[in-house]
């Protein structure tokens, strides 16, 4: 056992059994950070923030939520809404955390993808990054399931019947996951088990590691400098804190940090307090039915360019394009062929790349959320095509790029 | 050392696996609940009636003489005839998603909303995107009553003429 002797004071005594003094400098103190960083890369401490919020009210929700097909409409829209001191509070700080975290998401990564961030030497920070999304996603739409309206139970029949992979017809794999021939309390109950335990652990597995693969790389900047850190941070350790180009992250970069937290939480708590309509969809209002559909199916907004991938195509090709749309931006750092981590901006046919990709998104996410007629079928079908188009450009757009 | 460790953690894990596996699946109670008998004698010639079994909604279309006149071999090897009716039966579930379709009196066919599919009054489709016909669920006739989950002498037959492939 280490040598312990009596202690002096209260951080002595924790110091010694617990090395606080130590942590704190691998954690913050001397954790680097680039000084050339904007607003963008404070979405990370948004979003871990925004995290923060959905298990502290999911929490609260948990409280009298209840997992049974007959009880659970009432337990949201009656109990937690009308009885509960406050329950509409958590509720839609729940609501509006689960699409905010969406928006937040999108614009880390547009960040990631336009400054480079996920180049050779960050690509662990890429793939845990998307690990992240696929939880979140996975996580948002268990949760989707929770209230059992309208749109619960038909978007749960809707995603589950994609499992039977088109034409192989593996509806044995559906009813698996549903434990029923339809969307029933076995599937309720385990969506619920997903949501509140499974996958938050994977969450928090996931964010350690996403944390972690930022160690060695360290956070990349906005001009795509590449610079010795060490250096950086004896000469900021010496004094020389205006030469160097790091500064610590606690509680120097923080502060910066926190600022941005403070703006994004004015505009959150705006939404829940005056916008929360936009989180809740209105047929989710009905109690489910199995014996009535919807007139239209669409998920919420953060989902519909995936959607949009999957509808105007065939079935089997549908599904094979949906698939590709979920894997293929795990693959980014190695589809850019580019050597270059510098912004969109100075990389030439990139810029175009990143725009051109930024509005196919948009039309998507627009084209989704129509129903599928006429023109809006069409203009789609054109954008779908245009996203895989995209990603089959881009390691010849990349290959010939010159060094900066 | 290794290896006997490796043998008792591959065990385990097989066992713990196939464990899961079957807590996932459909209780025998869901299972058993498999069976419905529908009364045929109230159905009215095109009008959609809509019965449940296993959770799902069940499509009962009674054909007029026209309609059936109307076929073609295909069509009509989907039909079953109950008492010398021309019925369609079949799970009313759009094949693509898992949407219910709309039945349209006046155009005899079915439309998805949905996704734009559409399917004639025997339930085989006739718009993309659902890749197959409307499912027909194992039936078993007994005099004016059909029984769903139950696989008859028609069911078979019509399985053999790989109606249902």
Same mark, same amino acid.
């Given at each position: 056992?280490?040598?312990?002797?009596?202690?002096?004071?209260?951080?002595?005594?924790?110091?010694?059994?617990?090395?606080?003094?130590?942590?704190?400098?691998?954690?913050?103190?001397?954790?680097?950070?680039?000084?050339?960083?904007?607003?963008?890369?404070?979405?990370?401490?948004?979003?871990?923030?925004?995290?923060?919020?959905?298990?502290?009210?999911?929490?609260?929700?948990?409280?009298?939520?209840?997992?049974?097909?007959?009880?659970?409409?009432?337990?949201?829209?009656?109990?937690?809404?009308?009885?509960?001191?406050?329950?509409?509070?958590?509720?839609?700080?729940?609501?509006?955390?689960?699409?905010?975290?969406?928006?937040?998401?999108?614009?880390?990564?547009?960040?990631?993808?336009?400054?480079?961030?996920?180049?050779?030497?960050?690509?662990?920070?890429?793939?845990?990054?998307?690990?992240?999304?696929?939880?979140?996603?996975?996580?948002?739409?268990?949760?989707?399931?929770?209230?059992?309206?309208?749109?619960?139970?038909?978007?749960?029949?809707?995603?589950?019947?994609?499992?039977?992979?088109?034409?192989?017809?593996?509806?044995?794999?559906?009813?698996?996951?549903?434990?029923?021939?339809?969307?029933?309390?076995?599937?309720?109950?385990?969506?619920?088990?997903?949501?509140?335990?499974?996958?938050?652990?994977?969450?928090?597995?996931?964010?350690?590691?996403?944390?972690?693969?930022?160690?060695?790389?360290?956070?990349?900047?906005?001009?795509?400098?590449?610079?010795?850190?060490?250096?950086?941070?004896?000469?900021?350790?010496?004094?020389?804190?205006?030469?160097?180009?790091?500064?610590?992250?606690?509680?120097?970069?923080?502060?910066?940090?926190?600022?941005?937290?403070?703006?994004?939480?004015?505009?959150?708590?705006?939404?829940?307090?005056?916008?929360?309509?936009?989180?809740?969809?209105?047929?989710?209002?009905?109690?489910?039915?199995?014996?009535?559909?919807?007139?239209?199916?669409?998920?919420?907004?953060?989902?519909?360019?995936?959607?949009?991938?999957?509808?105007?195509?065939?079935?089997?090709?549908?599904?094979?394009?949906?698939?590709?749309?979920?894997?293929?931006?795990?693959?980014?750092?190695?589809?850019?062929?580019?050597?270059?981590?510098?912004?969109?901006?100075?990389?030439?046919?990139?810029?175009?790349?990143?725009?051109?990709?930024?509005?196919?998104?948009?039309?998507?996410?627009?084209?989704?959320?129509?129903?599928?007629?006429?023109?809006?079928?069409?203009?789609?079908?054109?954008?779908?095509?245009?996203?895989?188009?995209?990603?089959?450009?881009?390691?010849?757009?990349?290959?010939?790029?010159?060094?900066? | 050392?290794?290896?006997?460790?490796?043998?008792?953690?591959?065990?385990?894990?097989?066992?713990?696996?196939?464990?899961?596996?079957?807590?996932?699946?459909?209780?025998?109670?869901?299972?058993?609940?498999?069976?419905?008998?529908?009364?045929? *004698?109230?159905?009215?010639?095109? =009008?959609?009636?809509?019965?449940?079994?296993?959770?799902? #909604?069940? +499509?009962?279309? !009674?054909?007029?003489?026209?309609?059936?006149?109307?076929?073609?071999?295909?069509?009509?090897?989907?039909?079953?005839?109950?008492?010398?009716?021309?019925?369609?039966?079949?799970?009313?579930?759009?094949?693509?998603?898992?949407?219910?379709?709309?039945?349209?009196?006046?155009?005899?066919?079915?439309?998805?909303?949905?996704?734009?599919?559409?399917?004639? *009054?025997?339930?085989?489709?006739? =718009?993309?995107?659902?890749?197959?016909?409307?499912?027909? #669920?194992? +039936?078993?006739? !007994?005099?004016?009553?059909?029984?769903?989950?139950?696989?008859?002498?028609?069911?078979?037959?019509?399985?053999?003429?790989?109606?249902?492939?």
């Amino acid at each position: 056992m280490a040598h312990f002797t009596k202690a002096t004071s209260v951080h002595d005594w924790l110091n010694q059994r617990l090395a606080i003094d130590t942590l704190q400098r691998v954690l913050s103190k001397e954790y680097w950070i680039p000084k050339n960083i904007n607003f963008l890369w404070a979405m990370g401490m948004v979003l871990a923030f925004t995290f923060g919020i959905l298990l502290v009210s999911g929490i609260f929700l948990l409280m009298y939520y209840q997992p049974n097909v007959d009880t659970a409409f009432d337990s949201v829209n009656y109990t937690i809404m009308r009885e509960v001191d406050f329950g509409w509070l958590w509720r839609h700080v729940h609501a509006v955390a689960a699409s905010v975290v969406f928006l937040i998401i999108y614009i880390h990564m547009l960040t990631g993808i336009y400054y480079g961030s996920y180049k050779k030497g960050r690509e662990m920070i890429w793939i845990s990054g998307m690990l992240l999304f696929v939880a979140f996603s996975a996580e948002a739409f268990s949760g989707y399931m929770l209230p059992w309206g309208q749109m619960s139970y038909w978007a749960g029949m809707v995603i589950t019947n994609l499992f039977s992979l088109g034409s192989l017809e593996f509806n044995g794999l559906v009813e698996w996951i549903r434990g029923d021939y339809v969307p029933g309390q076995a599937f309720l109950d385990r969506f619920f088990m997903l949501h509140v335990l499974l996958i938050p652990l994977a969450i928090l597995g996931v964010i350690g590691l996403h944390f972690g693969a930022l160690r060695i790389p360290h956070v990349n900047n906005q001009d795509g400098e590449e610079f010795d850190f060490d250096e950086e941070a004896a000469k900021y350790k010496a004094g020389n804190k205006k030469e160097s180009k790091v500064i610590a992250f606690a509680n120097d970069f923080l502060s910066k940090d926190m600022f941005v937290v403070s703006i994004y939480l004015i505009f959150f708590f705006y939404l829940v307090f005056w916008h929360f309509g936009f989180a809740m969809d209105p047929i989710n209002f009905d109690p489910a039915d199995g014996l009535k559909t919807p007139p239209h199916i669409y998920p919420e907004w953060y989902f519909l360019w995936s959607y949009e991938i999957l509808r105007p195509f065939p079935k089997d090709p549908g599904l094979v394009a949906f698939g590709f749309a979920q894997v293929i931006f795990f693959l980014l750092p190695w589809f850019d062929r580019s050597p270059n981590a510098v912004p969109a901006s100075r990389r030439g046919l990139f810029f175009f790349w990143f725009w051109a990709m930024v509005v196919d998104l948009i039309i998507l996410t627009a084209m989704g959320k129509l129903p599928p007629v006429g023109v809006y079928s069409l203009i789609g079908e054109v954008a779908a095509y245009g996203f895989i188009a995209l990603w089959v450009i881009l390691p010849f757009i990349t290959r010939n790029e010159k060094r900066v | 050392m290794g290896k006997v460790f490796g043998a008792v953690a591959g065990v385990g894990a097989v066992g713990a696996l196939y464990a899961m596996k079957k807590s996932w699946d459909p209780l025998p109670s869901v299972k058993a609940a498999g069976f419905t008998t529908i009364d045929l *004698s109230a159905a009215e010639p095109n =009008k959609l009636m809509v019965e449940k079994w296993r959770g799902k #909604p069940i +499509f009962v279309l !009674k054909k007029t003489p026209e309609m059936v006149a109307k076929q073609s071999a295909e069509q009509t090897a989907r039909d079953i005839v109950v008492n010398g009716d021309s019925f369609l039966i079949c799970i009313g579930l759009c094949t693509h998603l898992g949407c219910i379709p709309a039945y349209r009196e006046a155009k005899l066919d079915f439309k998805c909303a949905c996704h734009g599919g559409e399917f004639d *009054s025997s339930g085989i489709e006739t =718009k993309a995107p659902p890749p197959s016909p409307m499912e027909i #669920p194992p +039936f078993n006739v !007994k005099g004016n009553t059909v029984v769903l989950g139950e696989e008859g002498e028609a069911y078979r037959k019509m399985k053999e003429a790989g109606v249902l492939a």
